[in-house]
């Protein structure tokens, strides 16, 4: 089973994903893990993007693209992935599709979980994040029992750089512009689903919906 999760950034995309990766034992494939993955394990790709990386910067598609490649070989592929955070635009979207073909592979389904703006900066603007175990946290939606301490290792939680308002509304305008225009070339394909993603209650039903749904797809196909 080969998903693809799709939203703005705070909409819930890699925790919806999550439930996923716990119910299939497929990988949850995001570009920066791909990315710090391919370098650490000096790949001619990961090598190849770390010199746009300490430059500052962007990742040529091409690069990127050929990450995808040779992380979708990888073992733990072989029953199916979630791509998280990407194609990021159309021309990405494309080069994946045509990858997809060369290697014998389809997408099954992309979920798109829709949120508005305004609930995404107030989701972002108050979330906080263990620097030492990763768990996040919000001021109103997740507290952690001590307040500004985590719950797993006591450590101070913090609030990232771009996790501000400002920075927030620049992002989802610079998805609006790119990555939105993506739902048109996925609706064609006919892989396309939105997901309510402003209640949590929604959101986990529908995402069991669409999981049994694709489950079905998958036996079929074996």
């Known amino acids: 089973m080969n998903l693809m999760v799709f939203g703005a950034p705070g909409a819930g995309k890699g925790t919806q994903a999550k439930f996923l990766v716990e119910k299939y034992g497929i990988p949850q494939i995001s570009t920066g893990d791909m990315l710090r993955a391919a370098i650490a394990e000096k790949t001619d790709m990961g090598m190849e993007a770390k010199q746009y990386m300490d430059k500052g910067g962007l990742v ?3 690069t990127i693209i050929g990450i995808i490649k040779d992380r979708l070989k990888k073992e733990d592929c072989e029953k199916g992935f979630i791509l998280d955070g990407f194609p990021r635009t159309l021309k990405q979207a494309e080069a994946l599709e045509e990858l997809m073909n060369q290697s014998g592979k389809k997408l099954d389904k992309v979920l798109s979980f829709d949120v508005p703006d305004e609930l995404i900066i107030q989701r972002i603007a108050g979330r906080r994040v263990c620097p030492k175990c990763g768990a996040s946290y919000h ?3 997740n507290c952690s029992q001590v307040e500004n301490i985590c719950d ?3 450590d101070a939680l913090i609030i990232r750089k771009d996790d501000n308002a400002d920075t927030v509304k620049n992002r989802l305008e610079n998805y ?6 993506l739902i048109d070339f996925y609706k064609k394909m006919g892989v396309f689903t939105q997901i309510d993603g402003s209640q949590k209650l929604m959101v986990r039903k529908s995402l069991i919906w669409l999981q049994k749904r694709c489950l079905v797809r998958y036996k079929k196909s074996l």
Not at 176 to 181: D, E, G, K, L, R
């Open 60 to 62: 040529p598609d091409s």
């Open 139 to 141: 001021t109103e939606f």
């Open 152 to 154: 797993c290792c006591n």
């Open 176 to 181: 609006h512009n790119q990555t939105a225009p």
